[in-house]
């Protein structure tokens, strides 16, 4: 196994406290401890790369998703990074554009590249994946960019309804679109089951109920709280690995039932107090 180097300890620095001196460790030695020994390589080449090519535009870097959750499978799952930057510009975009291919080898997708006030303004629009993020996070460099994010249940329960409408349209036209190719259908189910979990999170949080972090468990809770089928997006959410031999009518009956189940999810929806 290759060796994990956490960085050299740092010695005090003449006319620095200690106190500063603690926050120059904390902003240049990725803290890596908290996070599972199979992605602690891939994220210290990633953190000594973007600080190469960031220099001090770069904030923090923050890891999120199934990485951090018993979601994750070393041969399929990838590792999925939140970078806040100091500005936007295109010599932070190609910096970070540069590292998409290095660290594909990795496993590493291309991070999400963020500034503070991006992240301020776009609650309104993004409380479904911020919600995510505060969930499932570990900040391995800098501050913490998610746990103090304030969101609105208004501007939740507006995007939960707009997506799960989005998501009954792709469905259909999905379908229609496939003309009976059995592969592209299964694999739009995939796509459903994944997204819905994240929803289902969101809906679950609306009603102040705690909120699994894994896929399955975030399914399986949701269908219990608002009495939902979800049990067709479970098992096409697990088809991504598994990848099992299904007939036609197996791949009908699964978009039936979940067409039936985000149908039912978005009466719900509507039915939420804003």
């Not at 005090?12 to 401890?33: C, F, M, Q, Y």
């Not at 996070?35 to 790369?49: A, C, G, K, N, W």
């Not at 707009?162 to 792709?170: G, N, Q, S, Y």
């Amino acid at each position: 196994m290759t060796e994990i180097r956490e960085g050299p300890p740092q010695e005090n620095i003449p006319g620095v406290s200690e106190e500063a001196a603690k926050k120059i460790e904390t902003r240049s030695i990725p803290r890596l401890e908290e996070v599972r020994l199979t992605i602690r390589e891939p994220l210290r080449l990633l953190v000594e790369r973007l600080q190469a090519g960031l220099g001090d535009n770069l904030q923090s870097v923050t890891v999120v998703g199934s990485s951090l959750t018993e979601d994750y499978r070393p041969a399929t799952s990838d590792i999925n990074t939140v970078v806040v930057v100091e500005r936007h510009d295109m010599m932070a975009l190609n910096a970070v554009a540069s590292l998409a291919r290095p660290m594909s080898r990795q496993k590493v997708t291309p991070p999400l590249l963020m500034t503070p006030s991006y992240i301020e303004r776009s609650r309104d629009v993004f409380g479904v994946e911020f919600l995510d993020f505060q969930l499932t996070h570990k900040t391995i460099l800098g501050d913490d960019p998610f746990a103090a994010l304030h969101i609105e249940k208004k501007d939740v329960r507006l995007q939960c309804e707009r997506e799960l409408k989005a998501t009954l349209v792709r469905l259909r036209q999905g379908y229609v679109t496939a003309a009976g190719d059995r592969t592209m259908i299964r694999d739009i189910l995939i796509s459903t089951g994944k997204g819905l979990a994240p929803l289902a999170r969101a809906m679950l949080w609306l009603r102040d109920v705690e909120r699994p972090k894994t896929m399955e468990a975030a399914l399986r809770r949701a269908g219990d709280e608002f009495q939902v089928d979800l049990n067709a997006a479970m098992a096409a959410e697990r088809w991504r690995y598994e990848r099992p031999r299904l007939t036609e009518a197996e791949v009908g009956r699964a978009l039936a039932a979940i067409l039936a189940a985000v149908d039912r999810l978005t009466t719900i929806i509507d039915e939420f107090e804003a």
